[in-house]
């Protein structure tokens, strides 16, 4: 059994949702279980409707054309079932009603932008019934329980685990098709894994049935050593350790979410990256294997915010100080990128998320006289030789720089 991620890129419209069938068809993937994200940009729109709601501005404006969106795909995929475009409008009437919920905007949040991974899931799933596939649809929020951390459900792996291993029997005779980036509280409230975090989902269902393995098809050929739209002469790893891999997704690479690397090496699932526009290429596969030496990786990560927290009182930052500072950092659930100390200041870079960045700021000001920039971009080179060594130090406006044995930061203002 094999677990099949497709992300927002492959199902942004009509052709694309006929290559996810294709690809499938292509795949023998008659006994998979398929995650699919949201369809284009509608978790983009849906953040919107969030908002517009909750400063009580016109936002069935906005679901109107995620609406329009979505109904020209379904008839340009000629599906013209009418207990399915009944579904379909009964989820944006419910979508209407769960924007204008008054409970905190996080839980509200959770509750609204889910529903663009159970709309595209509908779709998919009902496309490939079309197509005579043995496809059946299920909502992940049954199998995926979460505690209630609104927008970064923390996952309940004993009672997920009982779940998701009840739908060994039906794929022994079907593929299933569900959706990333949710789960649910105990008491069925819909919880989100954290942004892009259809990969994740996609391991979690992998790790609790045991698959054979998890591709996750991109619009790239595989993971690459940059961004090609960045370094043109990125190159494509044929395979990568999950360790490798796993710091590669900390320092900021974008190809694969965070989480989803631990769940799959603890189970020894391979993990495959795919490109969707070119089935036929081999991509990189991430597996426990040993390579000897790798090319640099370089990956960009924009919006850092640098904040320098200075003692007032003439003494030097001890471990008392530091202690205060990482507390208050995991009370705003604040995610460190860089850090870096002197004598009598220490400073962090972390992603600048408005307004949770000027709360922490806010918070440590209370003890410190705190200077903070935004705006600035962190560049980290793994595996580095003399060449990128020698070439990301020179770059210019850099504030903040840090290297070790095999890694070298630059914190810099493009």
Not at 38 to 47: C, F, Q
Not at 106 to 114: A, E, G, I, R
Not at 116 to 143: F, K, M, T
Not at 391 to 399: D, N, S, V
């Amino acid at each position: 059994m094999k677990v099949f991620k497709f992300g927002g890129a492959s199902v942004k419209n009509a052709a694309a949702i006929q290559n996810v069938a294709a690809i499938v068809k292509q795949f023998e993937a008659s006994q998979s279980l398929i995650v699919v994200s949201a369809i284009g940009k509608t978790t983009n729109a849906l953040e919107r409707v969030v908002l517009l709601a909750r400063n009580q501005q016109n936002f069935e404006t906005v679901i109107q054309e995620i609406q329009d969106y979505h109904q020209q795909i379904i008839q340009e995929l000629d599906i013209n079932d009418p207990d399915f475009n009944n579904t379909i409008n009964a989820k944006f009437v419910e979508l209407k009603s769960l924007a204008t919920q008054t409970d905190e905007y996080d839980l509200v949040y959770d509750q609204v932008v889910s529903q663009g991974e159970v709309l595209s899931s509908l779709i998919l799933n009902q496309y490939l019934v079309q197509q005579g596939l043995r496809s059946a649809w299920i909502d992940a929020r049954h199998y995926i329980q979460t505690d209630n951390t609104w927008r970064g459900g923390k996952v309940d792996w004993e009672q997920s685990r009982k779940k998701i291993q009840g739908l060994k029997k039906n794929l022994q005779s079907q593929l299933l098709v569900t959706q990333g980036f949710i789960g649910a509280t105990s008491d069925n409230k819909t919880t989100t894994l954290g942004r892009e975090g259809s990969d994740y989902s996609a391991a979690i269902f992998a790790a609790c049935l045991s698959a054979e393995s998890v591709t996750i098809w991109k619009d790239v050929p595989g993971v690459m050593s940059a961004d090609p739209k960045r370094l043109p002469n990125a190159v494509v790893f044929d395979e990568l350790p999950y360790q490798e891999a796993a710091e590669m997704t900390y320092y900021g690479a974008s190809v694969i979410h965070p989480k989803t690397i631990k769940p799959l090496a603890n189970a020894g699932i391979p993990l495959l990256v795919k490109n969707f526009d070119n089935p036929a290429l081999p991509g990189t596969r991430i597996h426990e294997c040993k390579i000897d030496k790798l090319p640099p990786l370089v990956v960009f990560k924009e919006n850092q915010c640098l904040i320098s927290c200075k003692v007032t009182d003439y003494s030097f930052v001890n471990e008392q100080q530091m202690s205060n500072i990482f507390t208050t950092l995991s009370q705003h659930d604040v995610h460190i990128n860089v850090m870096q100390n002197s004598a009598i200041s220490f400073s962090i870079c972390v992603d600048y998320r408005e307004p949770k960045t000027l709360r922490l700021i806010e918070a440590l000001s209370k003890n410190f006289e705190v200077y903070y920039n935004t705006g600035l971009t962190l560049i980290t080179i793994k595996n580095y030789d003399a060449t990128t060594f020698n070439e990301y130090r020179q770059k210019p406006g850099i504030l903040l720089e840090q290297s070790s044995r095999s890694t070298l930061q630059v914190l810099l203002r493009l």
